[in-house]
């Protein structure tokens, strides 16, 4: 079976703001994203902790707070004007390249 993989607009480093979950409403920043899976891994979101045997990166063990993936559906993009979870759109610019916007002010947000 063929794996598609889906393209997003949300990226590492991205503000985001959860909206479903135990979570909901922490603003926070993207970690990483899985496209495939459609999974978001965002700093202190999703925290579970896990029992660990003693290993080389951890030596004494133990209990672990680690981040767990949110559904990419379950976040928004925080825009840093309207300071609210915001729909991004893509423009094309006069140069060719495209950048992402807030649906909601109009402001880019990829000044490349």
């Known amino acids: 079976m063929k794996t598609k993989k889906i393209k997003y607009k ?3 480093d991205d503000p985001i703001i959860v909206t479903a979950g135990k979570d909901k409403k922490t603003k926070t920043k993207i970690i990483s994203v899985d496209k495939i899976n459609g999974k978001v891994l965002a700093e202190n979101v999703a925290v579970a902790k896990r029992h660990t045997k003693p290993n080389a990166l ?8 680690k981040s767990m993936p ?3 559906s379950n ?7 309207c300071d ?4 991004l759109g893509v423009k094309i610019l006069e140069n060719g390249k495209k950048s992402r ?6 402001e880019l947000l990829d000044k490349k």
């Open 75 to 81: 976040v928004m993009y925080l825009c840093g004007k």
């Open 101 to 106: 916007f807030c649906k909601s002010c109009g």
């Open 70 to 72: 949110v559904d990419i």
């Open 58 to 65: 951890n030596p004494d063990g133990g209990i672990i707070e």
């Open 84 to 87: 609210k979870g915001v729909r």
């Open 10 to 12: 949300l990226f590492k």
